[in-house]
């Protein structure tokens, strides 16, 4: 299991995910460049709770979430999200799948 997590960015909604599914689908210069963002916080990252949202009901409701309140501007400090990988576990997948990839890149 590669750890992950995804929120809103008003943290109403936080979900912990295995993000495996992306792992296995993305190529190596996908997993290269969310390296390069640091794991999370960044584009590379969103797309693993995009495509993991697939898989998961818990983070397609929370982007149904964020459909339903991005004309609302009461709520201007929830129309987005930010995701975060687990180095630790991704590494582990790295090391047994592509571990060519492990002297690559730092992260």
């Not at 999370?40 to 990252?45: E, L």
């Amino acid at each position: 299991m590669i750890k992950a997590e995804v929120h809103s960015d008003d943290h109403n909604i936080e979900v912990e995910f295995d993000a495996t599914p992306w792992f296995d689908y993305a190529s190596e210069k996908q997993i290269i460049e969310l390296a390069r963002c640091d794991w999370g916080g960044d584009y590379p990252a969103d797309a693993v709770a995009q495509f993991c949202s697939n898989h998961d009901p818990r983070i397609q409701k929370l982007f149904d979430y964020l459909d339903i309140n991005q004309d609302d501007s009461s709520k201007k400090d929830c129309g987005g999200f930010e995701c975060h990988v687990d180095k630790v576990s991704a590494r582990v997948w790295i090391r047994a799948n592509y571990p060519k990839l492990m002297g690559s890149r730092k992260g």
